[in-house]
């Protein structure tokens, strides 16, 4: 099992910034991408920022231009940065991991969550 830490959270303005971070505990597993996914109240998880082994990244449409997932894969973490935040951004966001297991299998494991609010 692999456990994510995410930090970062908390309230800001609009237009404000904010940098998530997310730590995965075990280091003798591969990570083959780490991202980030929110859910407002109400709606559905949704994709915000994802980056692979091999650093190809994928964005949301609504973050892109805003947001930027950067990774020390040296230190197993995966970095968030939020510009230009919208009170839209407002959501608890999520640390994800898919991590291959020693049988060759992937699986995925999910962070606690860190809330962010923007204030309008």
């Known amino acids: 099992q692999v456990q994510l830490v995410e930090s970062g959270g908390g309230l800001v303005q609009a237009g404000g910034s904010m940098r998530l971070s997310c730590a995965a505990s075990?280091?003798?597993?591969?990570?083959?991408?780490m991202g980030w996914y929110r859910q407002a109240p109400g709606k559905q998880r949704e994709l915000v920022a994802i980056m692979t082994s091999g650093d190809s990244t994928n964005y949301a449409d609504s973050v892109k231009g805003r947001f930027t997932i950067s990774r020390d894969s040296a230190k197993n973490t995966v970095y968030l940065q939020m510009n230009s935040l919208k009170s839209e951004d407002t959501a608890v966001y999520y640390c994800h991991a898919v991590v291959v297991a020693t049988t060759g299998t992937l699986f995925g494991s999910w962070g606690q969550g860190t809330q962010v609010t923007v204030s309008s």
């Open positions: 075990e280091s003798r597993l591969k990570i083959n991408a």
